[in-house]
């Protein structure tokens, strides 16, 4: 039996699964109303968004608003756009910047999230963590073929990198990410909301 937003929400923003392992300890974050046509999936909130509870509240989300073309009024919009990453909760440092996102967010919380989601067009995936995830074998031999073959994964899902810092001179060595990417990801966005 699937929950309906009303349900399901408050018990994303209470778990507690994996508590014993998050330095800040839990804080889920997640947006998401059930005319969200659109839901962007990315990694794990980092210590400004943990602190914030706002996703996507830093310079990786000033970059993805960028290639979506939206502004933060749209994109936070959770009536036209959901957002979920793959762990809700801060996970902690390691060697190189954040941990991985906690392993027991995305089955715990994502099928029953995109079931409550019934106008749900677009999943956007942003990072390999969320396209290891959602694409699985479907998925090419590096993050960067995966992008390059978006179409193979269209119409439901959208494959990009993490809007990171480190994205920035990915695209210099990638310029068809720009040139091809970017335009059939921005009509498609505009096309739903």
């Known amino acids: ?14 778990c507690r699964e994996c508590e014993a ?17 659109i839901l962007v999936v990315g990694q794990a909130p980092g210590t400004k968004v943990h602190e914030s509870g706002v996703p996507w509240d830093d310079a990786s989300g000033d970059h993805l608003r960028e290639w979506l073309e939206l502004d933060k009024e749209v ?20 060697k ?24 749900l067009e677009l999943i956007v995936l942003s ?5 290891a995830y959602y694409l699985r074998a479907g ?3 590096n993050l960067t073929e995966t992008v390059r073959a978006f179409r193979d994964h269209l119409p439901r899902y959208f494959a990009l990198p993490h809007p990171s810092w ?6 210099k060595k990638n310029p068809w990410f720009e040139t091809d990417v970017l ?3 921005r009509k498609r966005v505009k096309a739903l909301l």
């Not at 910047?97 to 106008?119: F, M, Q, V």
């Open 75 to 94: 994109f936070y919009d959770a009536s036209r756009i959901a957002i979920a990453p793959m762990g809700f909760c801060y996970p902690g440092k390691r």
């Open 21 to 37: 392992h998050l330095p800040l300890g839990p804080r889920p974050v997640v947006r998401a109303e059930e005319g969200a046509r």
């Open 96 to 119: 190189g910047g954040d941990a991985p996102p906690r392993k027991e967010c995305a089955p715990l919380w994502h099928a029953p999230l995109i079931d409550a989601l019934p106008s």
């Open 127 to 131: 990072g390999q963590y969320a396209l």
């Open 183 to 185: 335009p059939e990801l």
């Open 166 to 171: 480190r994205s920035k001179p990915w695209m």
């Open 1 to 14: 039996m699937s929950l309906g937003l009303d349900q399901l929400l408050p018990r994303i923003r209470s």
């Open 139 to 141: 998925r090419k031999k």
